[in-house]
């Protein structure tokens, strides 16, 4: 591992964590809001649901490691949401099911260590007319449907409050959004680079908001080799020079 030590940020979950990174997605923002004072770590697995999820969890997070994250963002809830195919394959995880699988999920991260902090992201709505438009002919008939997904949404956000962990209702969250099932999506489930600000900033408002000791905000968070240096650049006084680690003027938006 190269140093110095950060705290790690880990985000776990199906294709719409591993896919975060593109699309101007909401893990890259994460990373540009945290640099120079997290590590973001990507764990996520196109396709899978909270049973495979529950299968690995001792590999992707053991509890003898050395450094245990920060925060773990967890998002299952899309696969597991969609309808149960006749041959019984599938991604589909009853919702009974779901809830406990996603209850030893939290269980697990939590035993990591006293100071990890944990973030789930409920299952957010889709664009039934493109997904229908957008049939794969290589694969057997897709259902996903708002009620299921609001069906498993309702679920993770009520695990969480049984469980007092943070938890952000994507469901809801998108349809505040104006024109949200054409702007936030770009194959009706995976995220648009504006469905990833949605994602990106209620992570943010949640860890703003968080009671957390210490801080996770960003900004409250200290920046990795910030003192002033004669090697900085020249102010235009020609005498002196400026610091620019906490610069975020390039940033694309301003986060709070």
């Known amino acids: 591992m190269v140093g110095p030590s950060r705290p790690q940020i880990v985000l776990f979950g199906s294709s719409i964590v591993q896919m975060s990174f593109g ?82 999920i939290a269980l697990h991260l939590q035993s990591l260590s006293d100071s990890t902090r944990i973030i789930f992201l409920s299952c957010p709505p889709v664009d039934e007319a493109k997904v229908r438009q957008n049939q794969s002919p290589y694969l057997s008939e897709v259902i996903r449907t708002n009620e299921l997904c609001k069906t498993y949404s309702d679920a993770c956000v ?44 209620e992570i943010l408002r949640v860890v703003k908001e968080a009671e957390w000791r210490p801080s996770l905000h960003w900004k409250s968070m200290p920046t990795e080799f910030s003192e002033d240096s004669p090697y900085d650049l020249v102010a235009a006084d020609g005498k002196t020079t400026l610091n620019s680690s906490e610069w975020t003027y390039f940033w694309g938006e301003q986060w709070e």
């Open 23 to 104: 699309h101007g997605g909401w893990g890259a923002i994460l990373s540009e809001v945290y640099a120079r004072k997290a590590d973001i770590i990507l764990r996520g697995y196109y396709g899978w649901n909270s049973t495979r999820a529950l299968e690995v969890i001792d590999k992707v997070f053991p509890k003898d490691a050395l450094v245990q994250p920060s925060l773990v963002v967890v998002y299952f809830g899309g696969n597991d949401s969609m309808g149960p195919h006749p041959s019984g394959l599938g991604p589909h995880v009853p919702l009974p099911e779901y809830v406990q699988n996603m209850k030893k």
């Open 158 to 201: 009520e695990l969480c409050k049984e469980l007092g962990l943070q938890v952000v209702d994507l469901y809801s969250a998108f349809q505040k959004a104006d024109d949200w099932e054409t702007v936030c999506f770009t194959d009706g489930i995976h995220l648009s680079a504006q469905g990833s600000k949605l994602v990106a900033a």
